[in-house]
């Protein structure tokens, strides 16, 4: 001891804090144990010293727990350090079997609901007991059950005031990430446990105890040394629960028995009798409807009540299968506690109800390790990992038909997040596995599932279509019924990857939009059939693809060059990356609840942005919206958007890519003018006359030089403008941002309505459509910048330079090209606005749509391309038209020639009315009128003569093509629409009123047609 | 020599056709204008060229309900088929984009031929830029014609 007293000598009466590593290394190697009482006497709550003790014992200041002065101490052997810490807890052990007592007392309180009573206990601990991990969480914890998010969040700031970049902040950030309810725990524990172990050694001192907290289990004993020793650098309380759980996880580690053997009674009594419970109180804060009592909710609640002996075994045992490289890999062996184990040996098999019963196996084996003891209302999360340990224990010559194997595979939703990529190949390499093409389908489905890339994509499909003879798309549905017979979940899983995007890519099987709308229709019925979850979607796409197979063969021009993006493919997207997120964003939602005046998001984002004096000095403001649903909801939104807009596969670039980029622009445009390049090329080498030849032929040289004009500017455009803007493409018009007033109001209202859905059906809704649809709003301004663009920069500089170059040439050829420059400025306008068409919002799947919203976008478009438009709008009809998808093809058609020959032909700041009813008893008909005033008598005979004639063709084939050749702004698309219909009521007339001057036509069509229109 | 034609655009594949017709004498030319319809014939039969368009339909336009998604990378998809095929397959692709998309990253089409080779593992002899309007391209698409029926010969 005399050495002891020497190490510490330079210690008496030392003003400055000098550095104890090297003296307290010394003691703590030469110390014999026998001495430890002696030596505790002199080195702990000594008031010659400048510290503590030899660790932390009861701290109060943040900033030194852990104290980070002796972090440069190495461990000694396992069974040294426990003795060296029960000596440190003896010693102290009147006032730790105190706060011990208090604890459990905090615990009680928090199980049987008292949570204001819990409160009181934790301040009266802190004040005695001073501040320690486990007292952090219990704090933590009452916290958001009390105050809720925004209590929680203010009580994280006050615990780490002051001491942010300390380690004790670090500690307080990991306890709150396991904590917040919109952060999934499995995620936070795998977030931390990457970043953790990625710091060096020196700072052991931090990632010990908090890799400890973490995982509750400990990969090797040297590991747990260096947690005991860390453990007594932050607290006496956290010491002495850290070596309790450790005896409970690790009972088969001899050194640990010190405990029981040297632990004064008192102490080791307190543990006994007050740290055994196996109850865990899940905060009523999580019970979402949509979460109660989830397997994921049960496992964060263990985290804040793991210093229960029987929890950390549960606990641990379950970080064994989904930590396992961070528990220590397969050195760790089984899990000792808890779950059965699984198929080791076919007797194991038998003993256990292992993967061949029949009901559903998985879920018995969680229920039987997390019941009765608590109930869960789900057990996805823990079965997948469960699952996946035992894939990855899985021996080739254990005995396991490929059938079990499938019923683990699809149980499971989510074990691709829990099993490695080595796993599945090496089953994949078993040859009785290969002989089942299902399971062979599934196991490459995980692959992909892993990292998405286009590599695994192709053999999965392969895969799925080895499972049918070519061309055998009718096959899947029967397929699925024998599936279902002997694993009905197998096959509503099977049935679940079949979307319309899947089918499409099945080479082998189907040949056709046709053939694939047709299976995915008999998939939706089998679903529909077989499922309880999920009917309204399935239902609605059901009858959606019903209408489109309806309308297949009548699929029109602009249907199929209409701005695009595969909504089939985002949301299998979106259901893989955000999900996770979306149920984040839910939980939040509830947890937020309805009260809360935050103002909208609008207010706040201008506000941060233009007054960030404002997150000084507001108290919750900066903390709240962090971590608050609209934050959430945006990043969800901001990473669809991104996908939406350019992902190459289903995205709007691949759209561009097809359409714009590719030549489907040029040759729309290029085609016509050069018909009538070789019409003229004819009609000179007709040409007999020499004089009316050489002015022909000065007319193809001007034509030829307004051609490459054509082809440059044409170039130019889908080359830079029909673009997404970037670096690369700075002119590109596609913005796709919502940084924009009038979006950031759209993105507002949004999150008002998802919101208020979210918290109406207790987090149930999808919210992915909303999602969606804001998507499309957002890119609406792009569309209209597009068609704005075409309209007034595009054809309007085109057109002036035919006029140049038509006034360029002498007037024998003026005359003789007259017509030809006829031909192709009409050409260029027709074709130009065809192009506007491309870029117009497609509609929906949706069974009704208000005819109002219709009228008032197509208004709108027809007043982007009339630049001279000065009109006054009037829209005379209720909200409640509805009218069902034919119609609103047809109607929307319509409405387009009628407002704009109003528009082309009208007086300029004259009225343009448009009124709709509703005709007969169940609103059987539609009828639409559009009144509009033209500038005088002579302009209303002309339109007179003009309407007519187009009614009176009697050229079938010329009404059938005039979608084509006049436009948008042809009559007799009207006449050819209505024709379509097929039906007796519908009707198109148009009355001329010569006193007011005005035009009023009027359109009927019933308000639900089945058959829109036939190929143009 | 079987050679198939991977070309949705019926302007495009006329001028393909012509010049394959032209360089190679007893050519047996078959065409596929969509991805479903190129794959079919990848697996089941055998080409010594395949004359590939990158940005295609799903399936065939003619087909009922037309050509179904579009997919801009089409014919990476056909080559990343082909793979697995382990055909002697040589490949000359005629694009009418500035370059390929090669694992989420754009390799401009001078490199695109050596790199989507080295990434398949398969003769990708050169990726063309198309335009209906100029005659560069078939004057490129010639001299890797005549690569392939040389190199034909020689093996």
């Given at each position: 001891?005399?050495?002891?007293?020497?190490?510490?000598?330079?210690?008496?009466?030392?003003?400055?804090?000098?550095?104890?590593?090297?003296?307290?290394?010394?003691?703590?190697?030469?110390?014999?144990?026998?001495?430890?009482?002696?030596?505790?006497?002199?080195?702990?709550?000594?008031?010659?010293?400048?510290?503590?003790?030899?660790?932390?014992?009861?701290?109060?200041?943040?900033?030194?727990?852990?104290?980070?002065?002796?972090?440069?101490?190495?461990?000694?052997?396992?069974?040294?350090?426990?003795?060296?810490?029960?000596?440190?807890?003896?010693?102290?052990?009147?006032?730790?079997?105190?706060?011990?007592?208090?604890?459990?007392?905090?615990?009680?309180?928090?199980?049987?609901?008292?949570?204001?009573?819990?409160?009181?206990?934790?301040?009266?601990?802190?004040?005695?007991?001073?501040?320690?991990?486990?007292?952090?969480?219990?704090?933590?914890?009452?916290?958001?059950?009390?105050?809720?998010?925004?209590?929680?969040?203010?009580?994280?700031?006050?615990?780490?005031?002051?001491?942010?970049?300390?380690?004790?902040?670090?500690?307080?950030?990991?306890?709150?990430?396991?904590?917040?309810?919109?952060?999934?725990?499995?995620?936070?524990?795998?977030?931390?446990?990457?970043?953790?172990?990625?710091?060096?050694?020196?700072?052991?001192?931090?990632?010990?105890?908090?890799?400890?907290?973490?995982?509750?289990?400990?990969?090797?004993?040297?590991?747990?040394?260096?947690?005991?020793?860390?453990?007594?650098?932050?607290?006496?309380?956290?010491?002495?629960?850290?070596?309790?759980?450790?005896?409970?996880?690790?009972?088969?580690?001899?050194?640990?028995?010190?405990?029981?053997?040297?632990?004064?009674?008192?102490?080791?009594?307190?543990?006994?009798?007050?740290?055994?419970?196996?109850?865990?109180?899940?905060?009523?804060?999580?019970?979402?409807?949509?979460?109660?009592?989830?397997?994921?909710?049960?496992?964060?609640?263990?985290?804040?009540?793991?210093?229960?002996?029987?929890?950390?075994?549960?606990?641990?045992?379950?970080?064994?299968?989904?930590?396992?490289?961070?528990?220590?890999?397969?050195?760790?062996?089984?899990?000792?506690?808890?779950?059965?184990?699984?198929?080791?040996?076919?007797?194991?098999?038998?003993?256990?109800?292992?993967?061949?019963?029949?009901?559903?196996?998985?879920?018995?084996?969680?229920?039987?390790?997390?019941?009765?003891?608590?109930?869960?209302?789900?057990?996805?999360?823990?079965?997948?990992?469960?699952?996946?340990?035992?894939?990855?224990?899985?021996?080739?010559?254990?005995?396991?038909?490929?059938?079990?194997?499938?019923?683990?595979?699809?149980?499971?939703?989510?074990?691709?997040?829990?099993?490695?990529?080595?796993?599945?190949?090496?089953?994949?390499?078993?040859?009785?596995?290969?002989?089942?093409?299902?399971?062979?389908?599934?196991?490459?489905?995980?692959?992909?599932?892993?990292?998405?890339?286009?590599?695994?994509?192709?053999?999965?499909?392969?895969?799925?279509?080895?499972?049918?003879?070519?061309?055998?798309?009718?096959?899947?549905?029967?397929?699925?019924?024998?599936?279902?017979?002997?694993?009905?979940?197998?096959?509503?899983?099977?049935?679940?990857?079949?979307?319309?995007?899947?089918?499409?890519?099945?080479?082998?099987?189907?040949?056709?939009?046709?053939?694939?709308?047709?299976?995915?229709?008999?998939?939706?019925?089998?679903?529909?059939?077989?499922?309880?979850?999920?009917?309204?979607?399935?239902?609605?796409?059901?009858?959606?693809?019903?209408?489109?197979?309806?309308?297949?063969?009548?699929?029109?021009d602009l249907?199929s060059t209409r701005v695009h993006?595969?909504?089939?493919?985002?949301?299998?997207?979106?259901?893989?990356?955000?999900?996770?997120?979306?149920?984040?964003?839910?939980?939040?939602?509830?947890?937020?609840?309805?009260?809360?005046?935050?103002?909208?998001?609008?207010?706040?984002?201008?506000?941060?942005?233009?007054?960030?004096?404002?997150?000084?000095?507001?108290?919750?403001?900066?903390?709240?919206?962090?971590?608050?649903?609209?934050?959430?909801?945006?990043?969800?939104?901001?990473?669809?958007?991104?996908?939406?807009v350019?992902?190459k596969?289903?995205?709007l670039d691949s759209y561009l890519s097809r359409r714009i980029r590719h030549g489907t622009l040029r040759g729309f445009l290029t085609t016509p003018v050069a018909r009538v390049r070789r019409r003229l090329a004819?009609?000179?080498?007709?040409?007999?006359?020499?004089?009316?030849?050489?002015?022909?032929?000065?007319v193809a040289e001007q034509l030829d030089r307004w051609f490459a004009i054509l082809a440059e500017r044409l170039d130019y455009l889908r080359r830079e403008v029909i673009q997404i803007a970037s670096?690369r493409h700075p002119v590109g018009l596609i913005e796709?941002?919502?940084?924009?007033?009038?979006?950031?109001?759209?993105?507002?209202?949004?999150?008002?309505?998802?919101?208020?859905?979210?918290?109406?059906?207790?987090?149930?809704?999808?919210?992915?459509?909303?999602?969606?649809?804001?998507?499309?709003?957002?890119l609406?301004?792009d569309l209209a910048q597009l068609r704005l663009h075409l309209n007034r920069e595009f054809y309007k500089n085109l057109a002036a330079e035919l006029i140049i170059l038509r006034d360029e040439?002498?007037?024998?050829?003026?005359?003789?090209g007259?017509?030809y420059w006829i031909e192709i400025a009409s050409l260029l306008n027709g074709r130009v606005q065809e192009i506007c068409g491309w870029f117009i919002?497609?509609?929906?799947?949706?069974?009704?749509?208000?005819?109002?919203?219709?009228?008032?976008?197509?208004?709108?478009i027809?007043?982007e391309l009339?630049e001279?438009?000065?009109?006054?709008?009037?829209?005379?009809?209720?909200?409640?038209?509805?009218?069902?998808?034919?119609?609103?093809?047809?109607?929307?058609?319509?409405?387009?020639?009628?407002?704009?020959?109003?528009?082309?032909?009208?007086?300029?700041?004259?009225?343009?009315?448009?009124?709709?009813?509703?005709?007969?008893?169940?609103?059987?008909?539609?009828?639409?009128?559009?009144?509009?005033?033209?500038?005088?008598?002579?302009?209303?005979?002309?339109?007179?003569?003009?309407?007519?004639?187009?009614?009176?063709?009697?050229?079938?084939?010329?009404?059938?093509?005039?979608g084509v050749i006049e436009g948008f702004?042809?009559?007799?698309?009207?006449?050819?629409?209505?024709?379509?219909?097929?039906?007796?009521?519908?009707?198109?007339?148009?009355?001329?009123?010569?006193?007011?001057?005005?035009?009023?036509?009027?359109?009927?069509?019933?308000?639900?047609?089945?058959?829109?229109?036939?190929?143009? | 020599?079987?050679?198939?034609?991977?070309e949705d655009d019926e302007f495009k594949a006329a001028d393909l056709?012509?010049?394959?017709?032209?360089?190679?004498?007893?050519?047996?030319?078959?065409?596929?204008?969509?991805?479903?319809?190129?794959?079919?014939?990848?697996?089941?039969?055998?080409?010594?060229?395949?004359?590939?368009d990158m940005s295609l339909p799903?399936?065939?336009l003619?087909?009922?309900?037309?050509g179904?998604?579009p997919?801009g990378q089409?014919?990476?998809?056909?080559?990343?088929?082909?793979?697995?095929?382990?055909?002697?397959?040589?490949?000359?692709v005629v694009t009418q984009y500035p370059d390929v998309?090669?694992?989420?990253?754009d390799?401009p089409l001078?490199?695109?031929?050596?790199?989507?080779?080295?990434?398949?593992?398969?003769?990708?002899?050169?990726c063309l830029p198309y335009e209906f309007d100029r005659d560069d391209w078939q004057?490129a698409f010639?001299?890797?014609?005549?690569?392939?029926?040389?190199?034909?010969?020689?093996?």
């Amino acid at each position: 001891m005399l050495q002891v007293r020497n190490a510490l000598r330079p210690f008496f009466g030392a003003r400055r804090d000098i550095r104890r590593t090297s003296q307290f290394q010394t003691i703590r190697q030469s110390v014999p144990l026998s001495n430890l009482d002696e030596l505790y006497s002199l080195t702990e709550h000594n008031p010659a010293y400048r510290f503590p003790g030899m660790g932390n014992t009861f701290p109060k200041a943040a900033a030194r727990v852990p104290d980070s002065t002796l972090l440069r101490l190495t461990p000694s052997s396992l069974s040294r350090e426990v003795a060296l810490q029960v000596g440190r807890l003896n010693h102290h052990g009147g006032k730790l079997a105190d706060a011990l007592i208090s604890l459990a007392d905090i615990n009680d309180a928090i199980r049987s609901g008292n949570w204001a009573g819990a409160e009181s206990f934790i301040v009266a601990h802190r004040e005695k007991y001073g501040i320690s991990l486990v007292l952090l969480r219990k704090d933590l914890l009452t916290s958001f059950q009390t105050l809720g998010l925004s209590g929680l969040s203010r009580r994280y700031r006050q615990t780490i005031h002051n001491v942010e970049r300390s380690a004790w902040a670090l500690l307080a950030h990991i306890t709150y990430d396991l904590m917040d309810p919109a952060f999934s725990p499995e995620r936070a524990t795998r977030t931390w446990l990457r970043w953790l172990e990625s710091r060096p050694e020196e700072s052991s001192y931090y990632v010990r105890p908090a890799l400890s907290e973490l995982l509750t289990r400990w990969p090797s004993k040297s590991s747990l040394a260096d947690a005991l020793l860390r453990y007594s650098a932050t607290s006496l309380v956290d010491l002495a629960l850290c070596m309790w759980k450790a005896s409970a996880v690790h009972s088969e580690w001899s050194e640990l028995e010190t405990l029981n053997a040297s632990l004064r009674p008192e102490l080791l009594s307190i543990l006994r009798d007050r740290f055994c419970t196996t109850t865990v109180s899940i905060p009523t804060r999580y019970s979402l409807k949509l979460a109660a009592s989830s397997d994921l909710n049960v496992f964060r609640a263990t985290f804040f009540f793991q210093e229960d002996a029987p929890i950390a075994r549960w606990r641990s045992s379950f970080m064994c299968v989904l930590y396992p490289r961070s528990v220590g890999g397969a050195a760790v062996g089984p899990p000792a506690f808890g779950i059965p184990r699984m198929a080791d040996s076919p007797e194991a098999e038998e003993q256990h109800p292992g993967p061949a019963d029949n009901r559903a196996p998985l879920e018995a084996i969680v229920r039987s390790v997390l019941e009765p003891d608590v109930r869960v209302t789900s057990i996805n999360f823990l079965a997948s990992a469960v699952a996946a340990d035992f894939l990855r224990r899985f021996k080739p010559e254990i005995e396991l038909c490929p059938e079990q194997l499938i019923r683990i595979l699809t149980e499971t939703s989510n074990i691709h997040e829990y099993v490695e990529r080595e796993t599945i190949l090496g089953l994949l390499g078993v040859e009785r596995f290969t002989q089942s093409h299902l399971l062979v389908f599934l196991l490459r489905n995980v692959l992909f599932r892993k990292d998405r890339t286009q590599e695994h994509e192709l053999d999965r499909r392969a895969a799925f279509m080895a499972l049918f003879a070519v061309g055998g798309r009718d096959e899947i549905v029967p397929f699925l019924d024998a599936v279902a017979r002997w694993s009905p979940q197998t096959a509503r899983y099977v049935a679940q990857f079949c979307t319309r995007t899947f089918l499409e890519r099945l080479y082998l099987l189907v040949e056709s939009v046709k053939e694939v709308v047709e299976t995915r229709i008999a998939i939706c019925k089998w679903i529909l059939a077989n499922s309880g979850t999920g009917r309204a979607t399935i239902s609605e796409e059901r009858d959606a693809l019903e209408r489109e197979l309806a309308n297949l063969d009548a699929r029109s021009d602009l249907d199929s060059t209409r701005v695009h993006v595969d909504e089939d493919s985002l949301r299998e997207w979106y259901n893989e990356t955000q999900r996770a997120n979306e149920l984040r964003y839910r939980q939040t939602v509830i947890t937020e609840g309805v009260s809360g005046n935050h103002g909208t998001f609008l207010d706040f984002y201008n506000r941060s942005r233009e007054q960030p004096k404002v997150r000084e000095s507001g108290e919750d403001l900066f903390a709240d919206a962090q971590i608050g649903s609209e934050f959430i909801l945006l990043s969800i939104f901001e990473a669809t958007l991104t996908v939406f807009v350019t992902d190459k596969t289903f995205g709007l670039d691949s759209y561009l890519s097809r359409r714009i980029r590719h030549g489907t622009l040029r040759g729309f445009l290029t085609t016509p003018v050069a018909r009538v390049r070789r019409r003229l090329a004819d009609d000179i080498e007709r040409e007999q006359r020499t004089a009316e030849r050489e002015s022909l032929q000065r007319v193809a040289e001007q034509l030829d030089r307004w051609f490459a004009i054509l082809a440059e500017r044409l170039d130019y455009l889908r080359r830079e403008v029909i673009q997404i803007a970037s670096d690369r493409h700075p002119v590109g018009l596609i913005e796709a941002t919502w940084r924009t007033p009038t979006n950031v109001r759209h993105l507002d209202a949004m999150m008002a309505r998802t919101r208020a859905r979210v918290i109406g059906g207790q987090g149930d809704d999808d919210v992915f459509s909303d999602v969606y649809l804001l998507c499309w709003d957002f890119l609406e301004r792009d569309l209209a910048q597009l068609r704005l663009h075409l309209n007034r920069e595009f054809y309007k500089n085109l057109a002036a330079e035919l006029i140049i170059l038509r006034d360029e040439m002498d007037p024998d050829a003026r005359r003789a090209g007259w017509g030809y420059w006829i031909e192709i400025a009409s050409l260029l306008n027709g074709r130009v606005q065809e192009i506007c068409g491309w870029f117009i919002r497609p509609v929906f799947r949706r069974n009704a749509y208000d005819l109002r919203t219709l009228v008032e976008s197509t208004i709108s478009i027809v007043r982007e391309l009339d630049e001279s438009y000065r009109f006054e709008e009037r829209v005379d009809m209720g909200d409640s038209l509805i009218i069902n998808r034919g119609s609103f093809d047809v109607l929307g058609d319509i409405l387009f020639v009628l407002i704009g020959n109003a528009a082309k032909h009208g007086k300029r700041g004259g009225l343009v009315l448009t009124g709709a009813e509703a005709i007969g008893a169940k609103c059987e008909l539609i009828a639409i009128e559009v009144v509009s005033e033209v500038e005088n008598s002579d302009a209303l005979l002309t339109a007179q003569a003009a309407i007519r004639r187009a009614k009176d063709a009697s050229d079938l084939a010329l009404i059938q093509s005039a979608g084509v050749i006049e436009g948008f702004s042809g009559i007799r698309k009207v006449i050819g629409l209505l024709n379509r219909v097929k039906n007796r009521s519908a009707i198109f007339t148009v009355d001329f009123d010569p006193h007011e001057l005005l035009v009023r036509c009027r359109v009927v069509v019933p308000s639900t047609i089945a058959f829109a229109r036939e190929r143009t | 020599m079987n050679v198939l034609v991977v070309e949705d655009d019926e302007f495009k594949a006329a001028d393909l056709l012509k010049l394959l017709q032209e360089g190679v004498t007893g050519a047996v030319i078959i065409r596929a204008a969509s991805v479903t319809s190129a794959l079919r014939a990848i697996t089941y039969g055998k080409f010594d060229l395949i004359v590939l368009d990158m940005s295609l339909p799903t399936f065939d336009l003619s087909g009922p309900g037309g050509g179904g998604s579009p997919q801009g990378q089409g014919g990476v998809e056909i080559l990343r088929l082909a793979r697995r095929l382990e055909a002697k397959t040589q490949y000359i692709v005629v694009t009418q984009y500035p370059d390929v998309e090669i694992d989420g990253s754009d390799v401009p089409l001078a490199q695109a031929a050596k790199r989507l080779s080295s990434h398949f593992g398969i003769h990708v002899k050169a990726c063309l830029p198309y335009e209906f309007d100029r005659d560069d391209w078939q004057h490129a698409f010639k001299r890797a014609l005549c690569d392939v029926i040389s190199g034909r010969g020689a093996a």
